[in-house]
C-alpha cells in the first residue's frame, strides 16, 4: 500500500505561479511512475502529466504543455507539478497518483494510488 498526500493548492491569480507537492510513503518511491490528474466542477477527472520512475521521461497533456512542469525528488519521496501562466480554467481539484506496474502512464486505470487532491482556483 502506499499513501499520497498532496499539499501546495490554493487561490491565486491569472498568469501567477505555484507549486503542488505529492509526498509519497508506505512504498518505495522510485518503483512508482507518478502522475498528476485534475477535476474541474461537473468535468471528468483528467490527465495533466506525468513522470516516470527515474525522472526523465515525461508527458504533458496539450492543454499544460509549455507552462506546467512536473518533476520528482527520490530523495525526498516526493512528485512536483509547477503551474506557470495559470488560466481561469486551471481551476480543479488536483490529484497526485501512483503508478507501480508501466513506466509512465496516461489513463486514470493505469494508476494503483491516489491522493485526496487539493484545490486550484484561478481568477480572472
Known amino acids: 500500500q502506499a499513501q499520497l498526500v498532496e499539499s501546495g493548492g490554493g487561490l491565486v491569480q491569472a498568469g501567477e505561479s505555484l507549486t503542488l507537492s505529492c509526498l509519497v510513503s508506505g512504498r518505495t518511491f522510485i518503483s512508482c511512475a507518478m502522475g498528476w490528474f485534475r477535476q474541474a466542477p461537473g468535468k471528468e477527472r483528467e490527465f495533466v502529466a506525468a513522470?516516470?520512475?527515474?525522472?526523465?521521461?515525461?508527458s504533458y497533456a496539450d492543454s499544460v504543455k509549455g507552462r506546467f512542469t512536473i518533476s520528482r525528488d527520490n530523495r525526498k519521496n516526493t512528485a512536483y507539478l509547477r503551474l506557470n501562466s495559470v488560466k481561469p480554467e486551471d481551476t480543479a481539484v488536483y490529484y497526485c497518483a501512483a503508478d507501480v506496474k508501466h513506466l509512465i502512464g496516461r489513463t486514470i486505470s493505469e494508476y494503483d494510488y491516489w491522493g485526496q487532491g487539493t484545490q486550484v482556483t484561478v481568477s480572472s
Open positions: 513522470i516516470g520512475r527515474s525522472g526523465v521521461m515525461t
